[in-house]
């Protein structure tokens, strides 16, 4: 899982998270990397073999997905409050009606 924030005094601290919650019979830090307040580029390296292990024995690791809910978060369709138009009035392609 990963959040970006805008860079800047009170804002950044963009974080990226494995999704392993537990290990070894505990609960563990799932922090991956947390960025500063500065802009720039904090790579997170995921180790999706460690990833797989654990969704093939945790309880939790297939239980509750939806992927037909999840949808329309990757759907080309751009509905309000999300049209923009550009710094001339005009359509942003891939974010604005047809």
Known sequence: ????NYAGP?????VAHDGIAF???????????EA??????YPAVFDL????????REAWGDAFRRPAAYRS?????????FVRLG???GPVPGRSLP
């Open 87 to 89: 710094p001339e009035g």
């Open 1 to 4: 899982m990963a959040m970006a």
């Open 10 to 14: 009170g804002w950044g601290h963009s």
């Open 23 to 33: 290990a070894h019979g505990r609960s563990r830090d799932t922090l991956v990397v």
């Open 36 to 41: 500063g307040e500065a802009e720039g580029v």
């Open 49 to 56: 073999d460690a990833l797989r292990d654990y969704r093939r």
């Open 73 to 81: 978060l990757t759907g080309r369709e751009v509905r309000e409050p």
